[in-house]
């Protein structure tokens, strides 16, 4: 990884569905199949055994943050009388399809975050 990649620059590649390392795209067969190396620079997404971890944590973050802001606006707009029905039924699906629409956000990130992290530990 060249060094001039900003930390900025590396997420917001992350965040894209883009390589963190070149910016390449096409990263995705389908929605749920990621490549296993950047079509354009080579880069082997998987590192190890379990390395996708991360990725679960970061699409559990998101959608938790997520069923928090909604929940909560949905209490905030209908206080004092708040129809638990109609909240849950609001919540039920962000929490139950929101992982699978952020999942392969989620994978970039972390390539993405875990590249931004090995640069602060380089010693170049």
Known sequence: MSPEI?????LWRGVTKRCARCGGGKLFHHWFTMVPDCPRCGLHFERE???WVGAVAINTIIIG???LIVFVIG???TVPNIPWVQVLMVVIPVVGLG???????SKTF???LDMAFLQRLSFN
């Not at 992982?99 to 956000?105: A, G, K, N, R, S």
Request: proline letters at 8%; charged letters at 10%; a positive charge.
């Open 6 to 10: 900003s930390r900025t620059r590396l």
């Open 99 to 105: 992982p699978l629409v952020t999942y392969p956000f």
């Open 110 to 112: 972390w390539v993405a």
């Open 75 to 77: 209490m905030i707009l």
């Open 65 to 67: 943050a997520l069923f």
């Open 49 to 51: 055994e379990g390395y």
